[in-house]
Structures are given as structure tokens and as C-alpha cells.
């Protein structure tokens, strides 16, 4: 298993916001976390990249143990996360932004950062017509389409998305998850956080549902999609 | 708002792409380019005659004081401090109130040295004065970098107060009377270090300023700066990139210090008297004004920030008791005028897109990682 989370507590003061939660990702696979506001899926995903220290569990990725791992190790291990929201620079043109995702790596100035920079922009060609204008006047799509484009710039082995659908269009949003099919199936592991259950269900391999701290269900991403209570809790339905 | 917020608002607002005098300069043929830049450092080292240049001299003379003691004693040692802040304010992000507690480093550092407990000469104590005020920056920045945004600003605020305080009450330090008779730079050929001459000791700053000037250029361009950059756009999304975050800030407070310190020893040297008065709080506000003043995270703005804020008062001597009142409404424009300061941070213009050629085959995400080590 590449990422192997057991039992993972982490509080905020005295309020427990993960009350030891379990899950896998095998390399290859696109992963879920479902729930709703407040489950703990954001936290989920900083603990994983390090931002936030646990209070019990621990975090093994590709067999190491990296629960104390500081954020920026994790980076070169593989682990690259596009943050919830506006996590990308605002002061700089989306080209040093990208520039800035691939500087965890050794060979930051070879043709492979070039090769990366080109395949980033064929990924997200609104990123190329916009490579000198300045992260912060992007609007909200792009900003999400830079950052993670900026993530895949440190090839990592894990991609950590958190809320990639955020405050996007539907048509904007059917666009990034078929992305995010695409750079899973050039061989990147995705863990994929989300709020827009239907369509994180859909293109998983395996999803998590979370509520309250605690995993509550798991299996297949299709039957999860058909499952009652899923259904009746997060998808509207009857 | 925090004050923080505020501050972070106004140093990251993003600046237009705009093509600045550096960049006209950068763009010209290498034999101008060289010959222009040999001539603005001539003409800075020329600067103690300016006043008898005609209309420059009625514009930069200093009436009621001496020029020359003016550019050596304040405006020298200003554009120094606000280069050293300008790179833990402006390049890292940092808000630090109490800088001034590394220019008392650097200066006490000296006058111990050289004269309260010991007689080293000045060119030996200058680099160890610089040396202690950067392990001061450290020994500060260690526990105090964790924190973030208003409560770092109040720490280092504290810092400034408590190395003050201490010194007033530590007999070792010279307690409230301070320390006198410390150390002079050596006399270099003609240049003789003495009371009667303040030239020596501004062409010695004006030396001084051109190489940390150098320094840091290169500094800002490196892996270092474009760390800075990071940390200062957002604090998590760079450690998120695999920036060590308090590794940087660290640096940028240790080298932040280290100039600081450097000020200290270049005007405890040239007044050869120090004590406690001389380092008020209203010193770190004013270092802190030079910043903002001149244009956070640009390091010309530093520069003429700091030479500004030191010679402003100067030349407004003949309001008399409202000179302070004078500079205070001449601040307050200049804020609501150039609210990202004289000279604003600029983006750097696009070279890559005319040397960047697409590779030849589209590689995969997937394909064997040759990005970690």
C-alpha cells in the first residue's frame, strides 16, 4: 500500500476533529474522502502533508513511517498536495508559480522541468495563455487549475487534492475531475477530498465516507454511489 | 484586520509589470550599462560636494547642520539598516518592531571590544560585532518563528526593549552612562578616521553599503529568494512545495541581524560614544518607516527609504520645533500618493518565453521519477 493511515487523531485545542481514522491508498488508484462541512476531510489532507501535527495514529507512505515527518520532507518523498481554495501565490506570474512547485526537486533546472512545464500546460491550456500574468488576478477556475498543475510540477507519487471543485462552474467542474482521470492514468496516485459527492464517486477507485471524525463506510467508489444512506446524506437522493 | 493583515495586504499587493529604470539599464549595451553605473557610484561618492552643486545644493542642503554630517551619521547608517529590514520585512515577510535591538548589538559589541573590557583594534571587532549580532538574530528567531503574523511583530517589539533595558542596567555594559572612547577605523592612506573630517567615515559606508548592495542581489536571485518569495506569498502553500519555512525565515532574520549589526559598529565607530538612549523603540519605528516608505521587498526603495527618513528632518531644520510635525504630513503623502512605497516591488519581466523552446516528446506523469533524490 502507498499510503497506509491507521487509527489518525489529531484535535484542535480540545476538540477532536479526527477521532482515529483508518484508510489505504494503493499506488495507482484514485481515492476518495467524502463527507460533509466539518467531517474532518480538509484535516485528513493537511495531516497527510504535514501541516498539522497528530495526537495519536500514524501515517506510513510507501512503507516508511512518516507521522513526524515535517511538511517540506514529505514534498521530495513524493507527497505533493494543491491546497483547499486560493493556496497558490498571488504576488507571482503563473510560470514562477509553477517554477515554485517544482522546487522540492534535484534536477530543477534539466529538461525534465521543462518536459513537466509543457505537459502542465497541455494538461491546462488556459495555463499557457496566462504564463506572465500574476497567480492572484487569475479567476477561481484557473487559480484551481494552477495549483494543481504547481503540484504535479514536483512529479509526485501522491497527489493530495483537496476540494479541486471548489466554487467552480459545472461545466468548469466535469472539466477538472476528467482531468484529474487524465493524470491518474499517466500513472499518479490521487487522494482526492470533496464535497461534490456524485462526481468524486464516480471517477473513484475506492471511497471513504467520513462523518464526524470517524470513517463511517467504505468500498467501491460505483457502489457507494448506489448505497442508500450515501445517497440520502450526500447526493440528495431518494 | 489584524496589523499584520494590514501590513501583509500591503506588501504582497501584487505590483504591475512594469519596465523600471533597472530593466532600461539591464536592456542597454554592456559598455553603457557599465559606464552609466560607474558614474551614479561616482557621483555618490561625490556626494559630500553636492551642496555646492547650484540648484542640487539648494535642494539637498541641510540648513542649520552640516551635510556632510547629515549623509555620515544619519543617512549612511539608515540605508543600511533599512537594506538589512528590508530583507526580513520585505523579502521574507516577517514584521520585526524591534530591530533596533540588532543595531545596539552591533554597537555595544564594539564598544565592549574595543574599549569597555578590552582593546582590540576596529577592523578585528567589526566582524565579530557582526558575527554576535547575528547569533543574536538566531537565538531570537529559534523560539520565535513559530509564531506568525501579530505575535512575532510583539516579540521582536520586546527584543528591542529588553536589549535597551538591559544595557541601561548592566555595569558590564556601561549601565545608563554607556560606554566612550570606543574604537575608530584605521586611518586607509590619505583617509584619516578623525573628529574633523566626517568624509573618511562616509566614503567608508558609502564602500560598505556597494557591497551588501552586491550581496544581496545576489541573495535575491538565488534559491534563497525565491524561498523568501514563497514564504512571504503564503506560508503554507510554500512548505506545501517542500520549502523549509523556518529554515528560510531563519536565515532571513540571521542575515537580517547580521546587517543591523553591521549599521550598529559603522555609527558606534563614527561617535565613538554609545548608551542606551541612543537605541529607543522609536528607532525600530522609524527603520521600519524607511521600509515601507521607500517600497517594501524592493531594495532601491530600501535605499532611498532609509536616505530619505534620515535626511527629511534635516532639511526641514528651518521649521524649527515643527521639523518633526513637517516630516510626519511629508510621510503621511507619501503614503497616500505611493501607498507600495517610492520605488514598489516589481515584478521581473518574462525572459523565459524567448529561450524557452517546448521539449520534443510529450512526457508522462507517470514515467519513472527522476524528480526526487
Known amino acids: ?238 | 484586520m489584524s496589523l499584520s493583515d494590514a501590513f501583509k495586504e500591503l506588501t504582497s499587493r501584487p505590483a504591475r509589470t512594469v519596465s523600471g529604470v533597472g530593466e532600461r539599464v539591464g536592456d542597454m549595451p554592456r559598455v553603457a550599462r557599465w559606464s552609466l553605473i560607474a558614474l551614479f557610484v561616482v557621483s555618490l561618492y561625490l556626494m559630500p560636494w553636492w551642496p555646492e552643486v547650484p540648484l542640487l545644493g539648494w535642494l539637498v542642503d541641510t540648513p542649520g547642520t552640516s551635510f556632510e554630517g547629515v549623509i555620515t551619521d544619519k543617512v549612511v547608517i539608515y540605508v543600511l539598516v533599512a537594506l538589512g529590514l528590508n530583507v526580513v520585512v520585505g523579502l521574507a515577510g516577517l514584521l520585526d518592531l524591534g530591530y533596533v535591538g540588532f543595531y545596539a548589538v552591533g554597537a555595544y559589541t564594539l564598544g565592549v571590544l574595543s574599549s569597555q573590557h578590552a582593546n582590540l583594534p576596529w577592523l578585528l571587532c567589526v566582524p565579530i560585532a557582526v558575527a554576535v549580532s547575528m547569533i543574536s538574530g538566531v537565538v531570537l528567531g529559534t523560539p520565535t518563528l513559530r509564531l506568525r503574523g501579530d505575535y512575532l511583530a510583539i516579540v521582536t517589539l520586546g527584543f528591542g526593549e529588553i536589549i535597551r533595558i538591559s544595557a541601561n542596567n548592566a555595569d558590564w555594559l556601561g549601565g545608563s552612562r554607556g560606554i566612550s572612547k570606543i574604537a575608530k577605523p584605521p586611518n586607509i592612506g590619505p583617509l584619516k578616521f578623525g573628529i574633523l573630517d566626517a568624509k573618511p567615515y562616509f566614503f567608508l559606508g558609502l564602500t560598505i553599503i556597494i557591497v551588501v548592495v552586491f550581496f544581496l542581489r545576489r541573495l535575491e536571485h538565488s534559491r534563497v529568494g525565491r524561498a523568501w518569495n514563497a514564504v512571504r506569498e503564503d506560508e503554507d502553500a510554500a512548505e506545501l512545495m517542500g520549502v523549509n519555512t523556518f529554515k528560510f525565515k531563519l536565515w532571513a532574520f540571521a542575515i537580517g541581524a547580521a546587517i543591523g549589526g553591521l549599521a550598529g559598529t559603522l555609527y558606534a565607530g563614527k561617535v565613538r560614544f554609545i548608551n542606551p538612549s541612543n537605541f529607543p523603540l522609536q528607532l525600530s519605528i522609524l527603520f521600519l518607516a524607511a521600509v515601507v516608505l521607500g517600497g517594501t521587498g524592493n531594495m532601491w526603495g530600501a535605499i532611498l527609504g532609509g536616505a530619505v527618513v534620515a535626511w527629511m528632518p534635516e532639511r526641514f531644520r528651518n521649521f524649527a520645533d515643527k521639523r518633526v510635525f513637517v516630516f510626519g504630513v511629508a510621510l503621511v503623502l507619501v503614503m497616500v500618493f505611493r501607498p507600495q512605497g517610492l520605488i514598489p516591488r516589481k515584478i521581473r519581466k518574462e525572459r523565459w518565453l524567448a529561450n524557452w523552446k517546448p521539449p520534443q516528446r510529450t512526457p508522462q506523469f507517470g514515467e519513472t521519477g527522476t524528480g526526487r533524490g
Open chain 1, 1 to 238: 500500500m502507498l499510503l497506509e493511515v491507521t487509527d489518525l487523531r489529531v484535535a484542535y485545542g480540545k476538540i477532536e476533529a479526527l477521532k482515529g481514522v483508518s484508510f489505504g491508498v494503493n499506488e495507482g488508484e484514485i481515492v476518495t474522502l467524502v463527507g460533509a462541512n466539518g467531517a474532518g476531510k480538509t484535516t485528513t489532507m493537511r495531516t497527510i502533508s504535514g501541516l498539522r501535527t497528530v495526537i495519536g495514529g500514524s501515517i506510513k507512505f510507501n512503507g516508511q513511517d512518516i507521522t513526524t515527518m515535517p511538511s517540506h520532507q514529505r514534498v521530495k518523498l513524493g507527497i505533493c498536495q494543491a491546497p483547499e481554495g486560493r493556496g497558490i501565490f498571488p504576488g507571482m506570474t503563473v510560470r514562477e508559480n509553477l517554477d515554485m512547485g517544482a522546487y522540492a526537486r534535484v534536477d530543477q533546472k534539466s529538461v525534465a522541468v521543462n518536459e513537466d512545464m509543457e505537459r502542465v500546460m497541455q494538461l491546462f491550456p488556459r495555463l499557457r495563455e496566462r504564463t506572465s500574468q500574476l497567480g492572484g488576478t487569475l479567476s477561481g477556475g484557473e487559480q484551481q487549475m494552477l495549483a494543481i498543475g504547481r503540484a504535479l510540477m514536483s512529479r509526485p507519487r501522491l497527489l493530495l487534492l483537496d476540494e479541486p471543485s471548489m466554487g467552480l462552474a459545472p461545466k468548469l467542474i466535469a472539466q477538472i475531475f476528467s482531468i484529474i482521470t487524465e493524470i491518474n492514468q499517466q500513472g499518479t496516485t490521487v487522494l482526492l477530498v470533496e464535497q461534490n459527492a456524485a462526481q468524486a464517486l464516480r471517477r473513484a477507485d475506492r471511497a471513504y465516507v467520513l462523518e464526524t471524525g470517524n470513517v463511517v463506510k467504505m468500498g467501491k467508489g460505483i457502489e457507494l454511489l448506489d448505497d442508500p444512506a450515501v445517497r440520502a446524506a450526500y447526493l440528495g437522493g431518494r
